[in-house]
């Protein structure tokens, strides 16, 4: 059994809206990546850690590598449950992994992204890669590792 089966998933629900779908009633390429980026932020709200936060602080955490496998389509209408875990660092890299799941329990997709932590704090001239997170969002990152429900909450 791998760690992430042992994690508990930070979850999503969301309905497939019209805005979402194509001419078909088929949901589109892209409302799948700002659901995965909601997903992502809305953990580490969850985790105690708000974006807007590491925002004010000069650090940013874009996406540098992205993976989308559709196995059906979601349509219009449908609910969807997105689980997220963070998956251990790799070097520089913030790896996530997402499933989005139909309401029969069927996998409509699956994705990883991976992130990398950047300081903007000199100016957006002065992009800076860190290889290490400051120690507070350290602790943040494992816990999202963790998963939700661990009773740690770490705040900016």
Same mark, same amino acid.
Not at 24 to 53: C, F, I, K, N
Not at 86 to 96: A, S, T, Y
Not at 146 to 155: A, I, K, L, T, Y
């Given at each position: ?6 994690? @508990?998933?930070?979850?999503?629900? @969301?309905?497939?809206?019209? +805005? ?17 980026? %909601?997903? @992502? ?11 807007? &936060? ?17 196995? +059906? ?12 875990? =963070?998956?251990?660092?790799? #070097? ?6 997402? =499933?989005?799941?139909?309401? &029969? ?12 932590? =950047? ?5 957006? #001239? +002065? ?7 400051? &120690?507070?969002?350290? +602790?943040?990152? %494992? ?7 661990? &009773?740690?909450? =770490?705040?900016?």
């Amino acid at each position: 059994m791998t760690e992430q089966q042992h994690q @508990r998933p930070w979850h999503l629900e @969301r309905s497939v809206l019209p +805005q979402h779908t194509d001419h078909a009633g088929v949901m589109w390429h892209g409302s799948y990546l700002a659901w995965l980026e %909601e997903a @992502r932020v809305e953990a580490l709200r969850q985790a105690g850690l708000a974006y807007s &936060d590491l925002s004010e602080r000069g650090l940013e955490l874009p996406v540098v590598s992205l993976q989308i496998d559709y196995r +059906q389509a979601l349509l219009h209408g449908e609910s969807i449950r997105l689980e997220s875990w =963070v998956l251990p660092q790799q #070097g520089v890299k913030l790896p996530w992994r997402s =499933v989005f799941i139909k309401a &029969d329990g069927s996998l409509a997709a699956e994705a990883r992204v991976e992130l990398v932590l =950047v300081d903007l704090s000199q100016g957006p #001239g +002065q992009r800076r890669l860190l290889r290490k997170a400051p &120690d507070d969002l350290r +602790q943040a990152l %494992e816990r999202l590792r963790q998963g939700p429900g661990s &009773d740690s909450r =770490v705040s900016l």
